[in-house]
């Protein structure tokens, strides 16, 4: 509603009032941003409540799922459904469906498994032609496999040593067959028990109650969690060796991936809750993983282990790696940690052209990476072809990053978005240099689920100090990992000799020598 005045106002009252209807409007701007952000972190936690299909909710079907009490997964897709302009949209958008591929036929049992013949005969009937009454005569056999398996047997291995002495001699001298290496010396349990309960724990993350309780339901065995730990934790002792054998590999090299992950530690004098300590990871791409345990997330955990490492080190934006390494190391950045935050902004608006746009952009960076590896491509011939089409992509991403963020609030997902990829920008676009460096730290990444989902189910670390032989662990199983190495023929072979092994000629027990000799034959 306009006011109109019967007579002008004097100066001297005109200016207050415009002054202060400027700083209402102001206020008003600020309050509208503050309220677009607030309903910006709602739907990104509704979206988080009602999973991935809720994205294509809009705000107002969003808010009436929070009325009701309990909301399936089927009737969120269901309501994904609803929006007609949305399903036109998708079916415009639809490439037409590939064509149905031929079955391929069921996959041959590998070769390499033993056959155990099953003969099944005919009936009694079947024995006697049904025309005459004679009985009939084998002509031959319908052949089929199928993959069969025994349960996990256990068994108590009896060991005879045998003892010799001369006969002839009063004062001879005993002697008695030696003993093969142990894990565990003078324990119960051979070996492949000691591996089994490494293997299960850590590479298939079944906590050692779990396994306790097997034991004792399908074996009849009764043993203590503090036994099995303590076969685990033996084992975990003797190869911080190769873990550090295989962190003096990855120094020696000139590029190291590095990310972290929180883990609860039980420790003294602290009840109610466990310390948060951290297991850091430093691998290279089809080279060695190395776990480092730390009671903190500082800097100093990092100057412990890299210490001069003067080469490549890529890693996300936490601000512990900066100011660490030799002089000359180069930090580089992840685009797929850069790219997340505008997926994270298309979640909170669907739709937003900028963002869209970003996002596209960097999928053409992608897609020079998969051209790089379907060719085949070695170091140099990759920064090439990134010097090529990837340096230009970059240009116009990082130009359409400042033009979106002139434009949008601060405090917005996609100004955060925009905020964040300018400040690692540097580092993010530094692969383009260097053709070993890979464009994200997935790699790292991936080597590190498996102990979050380890994580998940033994819930913490005992104490500190088994936080190294811990780490010591998870290093050569993701090693073993990464290298399709199996981990319990690894562990089978090297763990045991490890006690006797001269300690200079260590690098001979890592995953990677023992690939490398398995491969010479």
Not at 35 to 57: C, F, H, P, T, V
Not at 145 to 172: G, H, N, W
Not at 362 to 376: D, F, H, S, T
Not at 383 to 397: C, D, F, I, N
Request: aromatic fraction near 6%.
């Amino acid at each position: 509603m306009k006011i109109e005045l019967l007579q002008p106002l004097a100066p001297e009252l005109r200016a207050p009032i415009e002054e202060e209807w400027k700083r209402l409007a102001q206020e008003q701007q600020r309050l509208a941003g503050e309220n677009k952000l607030l309903q910006d972190l709602i739907r990104l936690m509704r979206i988080e409540k009602y999973g991935a299909k809720s994205e294509q909710l809009s705000d107002g079907q969003l808010a009436l799922l929070e009325l009701e009490p309990g909301v399936a997964a089927e009737e969120v897709a269901t309501e994904a459904q609803r929006s007609e302009e949305e399903k036109q949209k998708l079916e415009a958008e639809a490439a037409p469906a590939p064509p149905k591929r031929s079955h391929p036929g069921r996959r041959e049992l590998p070769a390499h498994l033993p056959r155990v013949e099953e003969m099944l005969a005919c009936t009694a009937q079947q024995c006697r032609c049904g025309t005459c009454g004679a009985e009939t005569k084998i002509i031959g056999y319908d052949t089929s496999e199928e993959l069969d398996m025994k349960p996990a047997e256990y068994f108590v291995r009896v060991i005879k040593r045998e003892k010799r002495a001369c006969t002839q001699c009063e004062q001879s001298t005993v002697h008695a067959a030696p003993l093969p290496p142990k894990i565990v010396e003078r324990g119960k349990a051979s070996n492949a028990v000691v591996v089994d309960v490494i293997i299960k724990k850590y590479a298939e993350h079944q906590p050692l109650y779990r396994q306790q309780v097997n034991l004792q339901r399908d074996a009849g065995v009764d043993l203590s969690r503090m036994t099995l730990c303590g076969w685990a934790l033996t084992g975990g002792s003797w190869l911080q060796a190769i873990r550090e054998a295989m962190r003096v590999d990855l120094l020696a090299g000139s590029y190291i991936q590095a990310d972290e992950t929180p883990v609860g530690v039980q420790t003294e004098g602290q009840t109610g809750s466990n310390h948060t300590a951290y297991l850091w990871q430093y691998s290279r791409p089809g080279g060695p993983v190395v776990f480092d345990f730390q009671m903190g997330r500082g800097r100093e955990g990092l100057r412990q282990f890299l210490g001069s490492y003067a080469g490549r080190l890529q890693s996300d934006g936490y601000g512990a790696y900066d100011q660490i390494g030799g002089k000359g190391i180069v930090h580089c950045g992840c685009m797929a940690h850069l790219r997340r935050g505008f997926i994270k902004a298309l979640k909170v608006a669907p739709g937003q052209p900028a963002a869209e746009e970003i996002v596209r952009l960097i999928a053409q960076l992608y897609a020079v990476e998969k051209q790089a590896r379907e060719n085949g491509l070695n170091h140099a011939q990759r920064r090439s072809l990134r010097q090529t089409a990837s340096v230009p992509s970059l240009t116009e991403l990082k130009a359409k990053i400042i033009a979106t963020r002139q434009s949008v609030l601060p405090k917005s997902a996609l100004g955060e978005a925009c905020d964040y990829a300018l400040r690692q920008w540097d580092r993010v676009s530094a692969y383009a240099e260097y053709g070993e460096v890979e464009i994200d730290n997935n790699w790292c990444e991936n080597a590190m689920r498996p102990t979050v989902l380890g994580r998940k189910n033994w819930l913490h670390i005992g104490s500190e100090d088994a936080g190294p032989k811990i780490a010591a662990i998870t290093s050569v199983i993701e090693t073993c990992r990464r290298l399709t190495v199996n981990p319990r023929e690894y562990l089978l072979e090297v763990l045991p000799q490890i006690p006797d092994w001269p300690a200079k000629r260590i690098a001979e027990l890592t995953p990677m020598a023992w690939r490398a000799r398995r491969a010479a034959g």
